[in-house]
């Protein structure tokens, strides 16, 4: 009797994330199909020269708690032990560059397409010793749209990753309502027959 109530209670949640899986693998399909497209008119693009303006780190930090240790509160004494809050940080480099095209000036911020600038600091630092303040860069940007541009051209492994991991949630998604379409069909069945 429980396992039936349960399974109708969260039989509804089940197709629920199967299609907003679907969703979210199709956006991130569309993202992705549109970065590597991109990727791969840029190399036909115009350069111009450019100069990069700025080349940070950022360090973002979040906190939270720890999974091991508890609240512990002890009544009528006053005494109250929590559980610390741990900080983890993620790094992004933030590179920014100026560039003109006909007389009209510009400042871009794409690396390339589908570049991945946030993660672990040693990444985002190499990223910004590629690219120090001052420094003169090549600037291939969109003939029909100047104000887009990118400093790496082409298709590049990392341009894959967004499209990637699209399909996955896009497979799994399809994978949780083909299943639950067959229990759905099994269960009726015995209901059938019962």
Same mark, same amino acid.
């Given at each position: *009797?429980?396992?039936?109530?349960?399974?109708?209670?969260?039989?509804?949640? &089940?197709?629920?994330?199967? #299609? *907003?899986?679907?969703?979210?693998?199709?956006? *991130?399909?569309?993202?992705?199909?549109?970065?590597?497209?991109?990727?791969?008119?840029?190399?036909?693009?115009?350069?111009? !020269?450019?100069?990069?303006?700025?080349?940070? &780190?950022?360090?973002?930090?979040?906190?939270?708690?720890?999974?091991?240790?508890?609240?512990?509160?002890?009544?009528?004494?006053?005494?109250?032990?929590?559980?610390?809050?741990?900080?983890?940080?993620?790094?992004?480099?933030?590179?920014?560059?100026? #560039?003109?095209?006909?007389?009209?000036? #510009? &400042?871009?911020?794409?690396?390339?397409?589908?570049?991945?600038?946030?993660?672990?600091?040693?990444?985002?630092?190499?990223?910004?010793?590629? #690219?120090?303040?001052?420094?003169? &860069?090549?600037?291939?940007?969109?003939?029909?749209?100047?104000?887009?541009?990118?400093?790496? =051209?082409?298709?590049?492994?990392? =341009?894959?990753?967004?499209?990637?991991?699209?399909?996955?949630?896009?497979? *799994?998604?399809?994978?949780?309502?083909? =299943?639950?379409?067959?229990?759905?069909?099994?269960?009726? !069945?015995?209901? !059938?027959?019962?």
């Amino acid at each position: *009797m429980l396992a039936q109530y349960l399974n109708h209670k969260t039989g509804c949640m &089940v197709p629920i994330m199967g #299609y *907003m899986f679907l969703l979210f693998g199709i956006v *991130m399909l569309i993202i992705g199909s549109i970065n590597i497209l991109g990727a791969q008119s840029s190399s036909s693009w115009p350069v111009t !020269q450019g100069e990069v303006l700025t080349s940070v &780190v950022d360090k973002k930090a979040t906190s939270t708690r720890s999974k091991k240790s508890r609240n512990l509160r002890i009544k009528g004494s006053g005494i109250s032990v929590s559980n610390k809050s741990e900080k983890s940080y993620s790094y992004e480099a933030l590179v920014s560059y100026s #560039y003109s095209v006909s007389g009209e000036e #510009y &400042v871009g911020k794409r690396i390339a397409f589908g570049a991945i600038t946030k993660g672990g600091r040693g990444r985002a630092e190499t990223i910004c010793e590629r #690219y120090p303040v001052g420094s003169q &860069v090549k600037v291939h940007y969109d003939p029909d749209d100047a104000g887009s541009a990118t400093l790496e =051209v082409g298709i590049q492994a990392q =341009v894959f990753f967004i499209p990637g991991l699209g399909a996955f949630f896009l497979l *799994m998604g399809a994978a949780i309502l083909v =299943v639950r379409r067959k229990r759905s069909a099994a269960e009726s !069945q015995e209901w !059938q027959s019962a």
